[in-house]
């Protein structure tokens, strides 16, 4: 089954507020992951040395990537150690305007040492996130609640959301969710079987 995705409205309008680089994306011939998973910027589960990584670019309010958070779990616990999951952020500030915002949430989480906790309670309550709901989630996983709405308020954690998002369009993104496996961009189908099913793929050609 292919499922749909939120697709971007016009990623050209917004050059200076993005940083997008005309030219720079990926190419048919090479659809690519161009900034490298790290683990002193990026946000994973599993285990730091496993042999797959699959990477999602999403936006915390659109409803595919809500049907994505459910899939990717069900992908994390049948996987286990063999897997490591990386979220970067692909806010569509046009279709979903909560989304950035949410996004900036996670990251002031992710300061806290709590960023799955804040990705879980954002995904499990897209309809709810305006920034009173922010907050009670901030209560809810236990955060310094003036830490994190400082955090907000400063907007300090909006260059690290809008260096995913440029990640992301220099890698061919164009809609969410959109997912790479090891650095390559996954072009099929992503319910929880063909996913899966990639992985194994991609597992095979490494021991091959």
Not at 69 to 78: P, S
Request: charged share 20%.
């Amino acid at each position: 089954m292919l499922l749909p995705m939120a697709q971007a409205k016009d990623f050209t309008g917004h050059p200076r507020d993005r940083g997008y680089v005309p030219g720079r994306g990926a190419s048919p011939w090479a659809p690519g992951l161009k900034l490298p998973v790290t683990p002193d910027r990026d946000h994973m589960r599993g285990p730091l040395g496993a042999p797959l990584t699959l990477l999602e670019y999403g936006d915390y309010q659109c409803p595919y990537c809500g049907m994505a958070y459910v899939i990717v779990e069900d992908v994390i616990a049948q996987m286990g150690d063999q897997m490591r999951f990386v979220f970067r952020h692909f806010p569509l500030v046009d279709l979903h305007p909560q989304a950035e915002r949410a996004a900036e949430a996670a990251e002031a989480a992710g300061a806290q040492g709590k960023f799955w906790n804040m990705h879980h309670m954002l995904f499990q309550n897209q309809e709810s996130l305006s920034d009173p709901f922010l907050l009670g989630y901030a209560q809810a996983v236990g955060l310094d609640l003036a830490r994190f709405t400082d955090d907000l308020a400063t907007g300090i954690y909006r260059r690290k959301v809008a260096e995913d998002f440029i990640s992301g369009v220099n890698s061919g993104v164009n809609g969410t969710p959109t997912f790479f496996i090891n650095d390559v961009k996954h072009e099929g189908p992503w319910d929880a079987a063909s996913l899966l099913a990639a992985l194994q793929s991609v597992a095979t050609r490494m021991h091959a």
